[in-house]
């Protein structure tokens, strides 16, 4: 049973930089068969993807967030993380941890959320 994990801060102030943590356990991150995601849900609105990483470490970004993003992970701890620089209250979302199947490209299991609110 693989389950992620989401953690970090819930409030985050205006040009500063968010950093989330998600936690694997049941199935390694290194697995060639899955990509690593971040997906985020504004209020109101649907679903964004920010962007995922590989079973080798190659990172790749949604344009609307590539300039601000960073996407990383720690093998050793079986974790993979998020920043997303120069934060606006625009960027208050639930953010999500998932894995995406390369066959198929849909997402099998995600993290219960966290809630990020970047406000002063």
């Known amino acids: 049973q693989v389950q992620l994990q989401e953690s970090g801060p819930g409030l985050v102030k205006p040009s500063q930089t968010l950093s989330l943590t998600c936690t694997v356990s049941?199935?390694?991150?290194?697995?060639?068969?899955?990509?690593w995601s971040w997906v985020r849900q504004p209020p109101g609105k649907g679903l964004e993807c920010i962007g995922y990483?590989?079973?080798?470490?190659?990172?790749f970004y949604s344009p609307s967030l590539k300039s601000r993003a960073s996407i990383s992970r720690d093998t050793s701890k079986n974790q993979f993380t998020l920043q997303l620089s120069s934060v606006t209250p625009e960027d208050t979302a639930m953010y999500y941890c998932?894995?995406?199947?390369?066959?198929?490209?849909?997402?099998?299991?995600w993290g219960q959320g966290t809630q990020v609110t970047a406000s002063s």
């Open positions: 998932a894995r995406e199947t390369v066959s198929g490209s849909y997402f099998d299991y």
């Open positions: 049941g199935g390694s991150i290194t697995t060639a068969s899955y990509y």
């Open positions: 990483i590989t079973n080798s470490g190659s990172a």
